[in-house]
C-alpha cells in the first residue's frame, strides 16, 4: 500500500500565521514535593506538532474532503504534506549562488514531511468573500 500524497489540485503552503511547529519531546517529567521535576526520556523519537490553516475556494474545499474521506481514511492514515519550511525555495550553494536550470529558472527544492491527522479534526470557518479556511492540527511523524 503506498502513502497517499497532499493533493496538487489543494494549496500547497499554509497560511504564515498562525502557522507553529513544535519542537519533538520525548521527555517524561516527575514531580516531587519540593524542588525541580526530575527529567528523563520517555522516547528516542516523538511526532512534532504542526497547527495551521489553509485557505480554499469551495471547489477545494470539496477536493479536501474527499481526500479526507476516501484516501486517507477520515484521518486515520498518514500521508505526505509538503515541507512547509523548505519545499519551493531555491536552491543555493554554501557560497550563496542561487542554482539554475540550463534555461536560467532556478532550481527549487521538493522536501516532504509525512504527518498524520492529530486528535482535533480539521475545522472549517468562513472568514469573509468567497473563500474558506479551513484549520487542521498534524503530527509530523519522525
Not at 500565521?17 to 524542588?35: I, T
Not at 485557505?55 to 504534506?81: C, H, K, N, V, Y
Not at 472549517?124 to 468573500?129: A, D, K, L, N, Y
Request: charged share 20%; glycine share 10%; aromatic share 10%.
Amino acid at each position: 500500500m503506498s502513502v497517499p500524497i497532499w493533493p496538487a489540485s489543494l494549496p500547497q503552503r499554509m497560511d504564515r500565521e498562525p502557522f507553529q511547529r513544535q519542537l519533538a519531546s520525548g521527555r517524561r517529567l516527575s514531580r516531587s514535593d519540593a524542588g525541580p521535576p526530575g527529567s528523563r526520556l520517555r522516547y528516542s523519537q516523538a511526532a512534532r506538532p504542526i497547527s495551521g490553516g489553509f485557505l480554499m475556494t469551495s471547489a477545494q474545499l470539496t477536493r479536501f474532503w474527499r481526500f479526507w474521506d476516501d484516501e486517507i481514511g477520515q484521518g486515520a492514515l498518514p500521508f505526505w504534506l509538503p515541507n512547509q519550511l523548505v519545499d519551493g525555495l531555491p536552491l543555493i550553494t554554501p557560497g550563496g549562488t542561487v542554482l539554475l536550470t540550463p534555461a536560467g529558472a532556478p532550481i527549487l527544492t521538493r522536501a516532504w514531511w509525512l504527518v498524520l491527522f492529530d486528535e482535533q479534526a480539521p475545522r472549517e470557518s468562513v472568514p469573509g468573500g468567497s473563500l474558506r479556511r479551513l484549520d487542521v492540527s498534524l503530527l509530523e511523524m519522525p
